[in-house]
């Protein structure tokens, strides 16, 4: 049966919460519904940093996000003139601050219970944990979605997200996928464009746009043994930080841009190596596709044409959100989250909890 759902999603790149409603029965998407993003302030956001690695005050950033995620339904719940009672459940994933599948580790704080008193509205949350105890990366979850989105458009393609990092999920013929992180997306990028210029994205990608990129850099960068580590695979926010400021030290604020993005384009080339069969073409969403110069680099290194999902009806900052709506709904009906072919887990797998107001 087909139900209301709530997803909300606070993404790697702490820029802030998604929010969106979708009517679906976990498998199929009747409908997509209303969406907004709600900007964190720059305290909670300092917060979240804060926090990052598991250490800090967890508890209080916690509850903090909490309301902020409160905050975001009732502010999505108005606008769209919907009640509280009319959403069967909200899909919470919370914010990774430690992601270490190899030590069977991951975390992403949020309190559900907190969440469905604030809103009245049972919620399903903790999407990772059992993929990762069953020995799986516990990312990324969601390919299911996009599949089920992609479902009569010409296969093989690829859907790729470009959040904080990276992710792709190449889906074959008859539903068949494979899905992994590809490297960075646009946290490096942020980081620097906060460092250099006092703003917490490259807008437009106009600093990368009048810089020059160090090829040798890219180069260098490409020979991290993630790339050509089979997939599935997974990682941490800040898993590149090093390597990448290392390799941008001392670079003006345009080349270093440049070549940061230039490093993220890459990395989606290098993925690309790892199809079981080429793609007809690339989907992007998520907050990179935005940035027109890391959209020119990808068209440059990709043999198949690259494009917003826009170009298919998607909703290209909504779909995170929308994904972990469909994935409670899944997580309620028992059906599996993570496959061997996106997560690496032994079989099908379930996942989530849920918690009742
Ligand atoms: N107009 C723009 N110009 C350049 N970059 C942009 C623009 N709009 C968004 N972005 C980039 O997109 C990022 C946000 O992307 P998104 O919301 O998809 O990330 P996320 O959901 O937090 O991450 P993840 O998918 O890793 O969880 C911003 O931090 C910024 O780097
Ligand atoms: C551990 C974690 O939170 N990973 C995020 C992150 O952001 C993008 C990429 O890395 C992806 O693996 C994942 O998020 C999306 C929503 C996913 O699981 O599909």
């Known amino acids: 049966m087909h139900m209301l759902a709530l997803g909300l999603m606070s993404g790697t790149s702490l820029d802030g919460i998604d929010a969106a409603l979708v009517e679906t029965n976990g498998e199929t998407v009747r409908a997509t519904g209303a969406a907004l993003t709600i900007a964190y302030d720059d305290d909670l956001r300092n917060g979240l940093r804060s926090v990052l690695g598991g250490t800090g005050p967890v508890a209080e950033v916690e509850q903090r996000l909490t309301q902020a995620h409160a905050q975001a339904v009732q502010r999505l719940l108005g606008q769209a003139g919907i009640d509280a009672e009319r959403v069967g459940v909200i899909g919470f994933h919370?914010?990774?601050?430690?992601?270490?599948?190899?030590?069977?580790?991951?975390?992403?704080?949020?309190?559900?219970a907190l969440l469905a008193r604030l809103t009245g509205i049972r919620v399903v949350g903790d999407f990772r944990s059992d993929d990762v105890a069953a020995g799986g990366q516990g990312a990324p979850l969601v390919p299911i979605y996009h599949a089920a989105l992609a479902q009569g458009l010409a296969a093989p393609l690829a859907v790729l997200n470009l959040g904080g990092v990276g992710n792709v999920t190449w889906i074959g013929e008859d539903g068949v996928l494979l899905a992994f992180d590809t490297g960075p997306g646009n946290a490096l990028?942020?980081?620097w464009a906060l460092t250099?210029?006092?703003?917490p994205l490259d807008e437009g990608g106009a600093l990368a746009g009048a810089?020059?990129?160090?090829?040798?850099?890219?180069?260098h960068f490409a020979r991290h043994d993630y790339f050509a580590a089979i997939?599935?695979?997974?990682?941490?926010?800040?898993?590149?930080?090093a390597l990448a400021a290392s390799l941008v030290a001392g670079k003006g604020a345009a080349d270093g841009a440049a070549t940061l993005t230039a490093f993220t384009a890459r990395a989606v080339a290098e993925a690309a190596r790892h199809f079981p069969a080429p793609v007809s073409r690339w989907l992007v969403c998520g907050g990179g596709r935005h940035n027109p110069v890391l959209m020119r680099m990808l068209a440059a290194q990709l043999a198949a044409p690259?494009?917003?999902?826009?170009t298919v009806g998607w909703d290209g900052d909504a779909l995170e959100a929308q994904a972990f709506a469909f994935l409670a709904v899944r997580s309620l009906r028992g059906l599996p989250l993570t496959f061997p072919g996106t997560t690496g887990v032994p079989q099908p797998l379930t996942g989530g909890r849920v918690t009742v107001f």
């Open 189 to 191: 990028i942020d980081d």
């Open 196 to 199: 250099h210029s006092g703003r």
């Open 231 to 241: 997939p599935p695979k997974s990682l941490d926010r800040d898993d590149f930080q």
């Open 94 to 112: 919370g914010h990774t601050i430690l992601h270490r599948p190899e030590q069977r580790r991951t975390w992403q704080i949020g309190d559900r």
């Open 306 to 310: 690259v494009a917003p999902v826009e």
């Open 211 to 219: 810089g020059r990129v160090d090829e040798a850099a890219v180069d």
